[in-house]
């Protein structure tokens, strides 16, 4: 049974940090790109950083960058996002996401969110 779990949400400050962790089980972590996504009250669905099954390569939305990063552990079957210096915008609920083409077929699954809030 596949599973993402995430965790690590919650209340920060303005300019405060939080690190989010999302765990899987049920399929070979280790030949899937990895993303977190987020999604705040009334608007859609945005991803905001990407990383290659080795880890070897990252992206970020430009919202992001400079102040998240992203990185996995293929040893623990986890992904990581780190934020630093986090906005009121960064308020939303934060999805990691697991993506691999095989045979010309789209293998995607998505865990079940966690809150992050932003707020004095």
């Known amino acids: 049974q596949v599973q993402l779990v995430e965790s690590g949400g919650g209340l920060v400050q303005p300019g405060g940090s939080l690190r989010l962790s999302c765990a899987a089980s049920?399929?070979?972590?280790?030949?899937?790109?990895m993303s977190w996504y987020r999604q705040a009250p009334g608007k859609e669905r945005e991803l905001v950083a990407v990383?290659?099954?080795?880890?070897?390569?990252?992206n970020y939305a430009d919202s992001v960058k400079g102040r998240f990063t992203i990185a996995r552990d293929n040893a623990k079957n986890t992904v990581y996002l780190q934020g630093n210096s986090l906005k009121p915008d960064d308020t939303a609920v934060y999805y990691c996401?697991?993506?691999?083409?095989?045979?010309?077929?789209?293998?995607?699954?998505w865990g079940q969110g966690t809150q992050v809030t932003v707020s004095s």
């Open positions: 990383i290659t099954s080795a880890g070897g390569s990252t």
């Open positions: 996401k697991a993506d691999r083409w095989l045979g010309g077929i789209l293998y995607a699954y």
């Open positions: 049920g399929f070979t972590f280790s030949s899937y790109v």
